[in-house]
C-alpha cells in the first residue's frame, strides 16, 4: 500500500470521501468522539460528512442529548453518541483525573471538596434543568465558596468526569448527566479499550498505535492490547506501521472539503498526522494542521480557509506550488458550507 492509497483509504473511514450519513447520530456514533471545543465548527464537522447537511438538526441532536458535549478520552471537548459516553467516559475518567490534578492541586481543589460541592450542583439543577457555567458558580458563591474562574473550570470538568453534568439545552450551559443519558450497563475495563480500538481503527485507519494511545488518552500498553485482539491488516510506510480494517470498497472521491479547525482527519493522530499534511509548507502557519480549517483536495491539504467577515462567503490562502482548483469545484464546496450556516 502507498501513502497515496493510505490517505485515499483514511479519508474514506472519515466519511470525507463521500458525504454517506443519513444523520447527525450516525456520523457520531461511526467517530466515537468527535473533538468539540469550538462549538459552531464541531457542528460543521459533523454535518460535513451528512448527506443532507444542516446546522439545525445537528444542533438540534445536541440540544436533545442525543450527542453529548464533554470532557472525555484527552481533557477537552468532545462530542459523543449518548449510548457510547458511560462506558468512554468511565474508561477514561482515571487518565483525566490525572490530566486535571495539577491545577487541581494550584488551586487547592481536593476529592473534600468536590463531595462537598457536588450536592449543591446537583440541587440547583434539579430545580432548573439547565444553567449557565455563571449560574451554577452564582450558586455555590451563595453557599460561600469562593470560586475563580479557573476554579469554576476546573469544577465543571470534573463534574462532567464524575459523570454529574454534561451539555444542557443550549450553548453553554449544563444539565445533570443522568436526566440526559440512559441508564447503561458497566463495560468491563478491557472490553472498553477493544471496543474503542475498533472504532478507531474502522473511523480513522490507516493508523498506528501511537496514533490510537495519543486520540484515545490510553497508555501505549493498552493501546497495544486492544489492537491485539482486533484482526486488523497492518502496513509499512514511511517507517511507520498502520493499522486498518479490509474495505468492503471504495466510493468516488469527493473533489475538495472544507475542514474546520479541529477536524478528525488531522487532529486524530498524532506521529500519522503528517501524511495529510504538505512537507513544504510551515506546520505553525497551517497551526499543525489543527488549529485552523483546512483546505483538503484530492489527497492533499492545499490552504487554509475563512469565512469571510460578512458571512456571504469564503476567504481561501492557498499554499504555494499547489495545483489549482477548478472554480466549479470550489464553488460547490463553499456552497454547501453556506447552506449549513445560513
Request: glycine share 6%; charged share 25%; aromatic share 8%.
Amino acid at each position: 500500500m502507498t501513502k497515496k492509497e493510505i490517505i485515499q483509504l483514511r479519508q474514506w473511514n472519515q466519511g470525507l470521501s463521500q458525504s454517506r450519513f443519513d444523520d447527525p447520530e450516525g456520523v457520531v456514533s461511526h467517530f466515537g468522539a468527535m473533538q468539540a471545543q469550538d462549538y459552531s465548527m464541531s457542528l460543521w464537522a459533523v454535518a460535513l460528512r451528512m448527506k443532507n447537511p444542516g446546522r439545525g438538526q445537528v444542533e438540534a441532536c445536541v440540544n436533545t442529548g442525543k450527542l453529548i458535549r464533554t470532557h472525555v478520552l484527552r481533557p477537552t471537548w468532545h462530542l459523543v453518541h449518548q449510548q457510547d459516553i458511560r462506558w468512554m467516559m468511565r474508561l477514561s475518567a482515571p487518565s483525566l483525573r490525572k490530566a486535571t490534578q495539577f491545577i487541581d492541586k494550584q488551586e487547592g481543589l481536593t476529592d473534600d471538596l468536590f463531595k462537598c460541592v457536588w450536592p449543591v450542583i446537583e440541587k440547583q439543577l434539579q430545580q432548573n434543568p439547565s444553567l449557565s457555567k455563571e449560574e451554577i458558580m452564582a450558586c455555590l458563591s451563595a453557599e460561600s465558596f469562593r470560586i475563580s474562574n479557573l476554579l469554576a473550570t476546573q469544577i465543571l470538568i470534573r463534574a462532567e468526569i464524575d459523570m454529574l453534568i454534561c451539555n444542557g439545552d443550549k450553548k453553554g450551559s449544563y444539565a445533570l448527566f443522568d436526566t440526559k443519558v440512559p441508564p447503561a450497563p458497566d463495560v468491563p475495563r478491557q472490553e472498553s479499550i477493544v471496543r474503542l480500538a475498533e472504532i478507531y481503527f474502522r473511523s480513522r485507519g490507516p493508523a498506528t498505535l501511537k496514533d490510537f494511545s495519543w486520540w484515545s488518552g490510553l497508555p501505549l500498553k493498552d493501546a497495544q492490547m486492544g489492537v491485539a485482539e482486533l484482526a486488523l491488516n497492518r502496513i509499512s510506510c514511511e517507517n511507520m506501521t498502520f493499522y486498518f480494517n479490509e474495505p468492503a470498497g471504495l466510493g468516488k472521491q469527493r473533489a475538495l472539503a472544507l475542514l474546520p479547525c479541529y477536524d478528525e482527519y488531522t487532529v486524530s493522530y498524532s506521529e500519522g498526522r503528517d501524511l495529510a499534511l504538505p512537507a513544504h509548507v510551515d506546520k505553525q502557519k497551517l497551526g499543525n494542521g489543527i488549529f485552523k480549517p483546512t483546505v483538503l483536495y484530492g489527497e492533499a491539504i492545499v490552504g487554509t480557509w475563512k469565512k469571510n467577515g460578512k458571512g456571504t462567503g469564503v476567504e481561501l490562502a492557498r499554499f504555494p506550488d499547489q495545483k489549482p482548483i477548478p472554480e466549479n469545484v470550489l464553488d460547490s464546496a463553499v456552497s454547501k458550507f453556506l447552506d449549513f450556516i445560513r
